[in-house]
């Protein structure tokens, strides 16, 4: 189930299929030229100029919030929690993605998550988010989810989010660069219970 998706490193992935689709990449060297770019919300480590311009062709479509929108180069279209939009075959549907009782993404500031629909599959980026009401509502075959603490879920949270949303697979995320470590990660698959791949970093 983990076909043609990618971990590269932090909170970024790509995904291989019809169409080559990144999510928040960052840090990356380059890489597959990019159809489709979905952007998540405006922090540094998600919203990065210098790796999407390695990835950005003139065709390349740049998904996000209003608050990233205008910082592009090339076609952008803003996408709120609830709406979707289609691109070439590729449905992105956004989805809430904040925190409750920290200061880091408050709500109101329009942080994504997506379900993007490639392939006959539909796949989860849960974004930079704590454990929120609105996932149970989250229809999905893969789900990527934030696992390390301090800004987004901690393991155990993501694994109580796992079993809202129930998965046919769940892949941890965002630990091992900024925060949260590889043990993050494998607390997340020691008590999840849907079943868990724990993807190596893509060098890209």
Not at 32 to 43: L, Q
Not at 126 to 152: C, F, H, N, Q, R
Request: hydrophobic fraction near 40%.
């Amino acid at each position: 189930m983990t076909e043609g998706i990618h971990w590269l490193g932090h909170a970024g992935f790509r995904i291989d299929g019809e169409k080559t689709i990144y999510i928040d990449p960052y840090k990356i060297r380059g890489g597959p030229k990019a159809d489709i770019v979905c952007i998540s919300h405006p922090h540094y480590d998600h919203c990065s100029l210098s790796a999407i311009e390695r990835i950005q062709t003139e065709g390349t479509v740049i998904v996000t919030c209003e608050a990233c929108a205008g910082k592009f180069k090339g076609r952008a279209r803003v996408l709120k929690a609830g709406d979707s939009v289609t691109i070439e075959g590729v449905t992105i549907e956004g989805v809430p993605a904040y925190n409750i009782g920290k200061p880091f993404h408050p709500r109101g500031e329009g942080g994504l998550g997506f379900v993007i629909v490639t392939g006959g599959r539909r796949v989860y980026f849960a974004g930079d988010t704590d454990l929120i009401p609105e996932m149970a509502a989250v229809k999905a075959d893969v789900a990527l989810l934030p696992v390390s603490g301090v800004y987004v879920m901690s393991a155990d949270e993501a694994a109580e989010a796992a079993g809202r949303i129930r998965p046919g697979l769940a892949i941890p995320m965002h630990y091992g660069t900024i925060v949260g470590s590889r043990s993050d990660a494998a607390r997340f698959k020691e008590c999840c219970p849907v079943p868990v791949e724990i993807l190596e970093k893509e060098e890209g």
